[in-house]
Nanobody
């Protein structure tokens, strides 16, 4: 059983920063590529960022590129999302997800496990 627990969400003013964490309970964390997705009210869940098993490869949605950074600490079985220069349109519930693959993917249907989500609200 794989469990993902996100933390670090909250309320921030536009232009501010937040760092999300996702702690993963799994026997072999390095068997999994990881991703962050987000879902705004009334919208579908969308891809934000992904990272390969080693952290050597990352990929970002155009909407967050240059502002968000995904990283992982395999010794701690944790993945992070550093979010800078936040905008009101970044307001959403952010979900951490794991796929049993060493190669990253942007496709949400390919992910095997999901966290419960953490709310990020950016005020203007």
């Amino acid at each position: 059983q794989v469990q993902l627990v996100e933390s670090g969400g909250g309320l921030v003013q536009a232009g501010g920063s937040l760092r999300l964490s996702c702690a993963v309970s799994v026997r072999t964390f390095t068997n999994y590529a990881m991703g962050w997705f987000r879902q705004a009210p009334g919208k579908e869940r969308e891809f934000a960022a992904a990272i390969s098993w080693s952290g050597a490869n990352t990929y970002y949605a155009d909407s967050v590129k240059g502002r968000f950074t995904i990283s992982r600490d395999n010794a701690k079985s944790t993945v992070y999302l550093q979010m800078n220069s936040l905008k009101p349109e970044d307001t959403a519930v952010y979900y951490c997800a794991a796929v049993r693959s060493r190669v990253l993917t942007t496709r949400k249907y390919e992910y095997d496990y999901w966290g419960q989500g953490t709310q990020v609200t950016v005020s203007s």
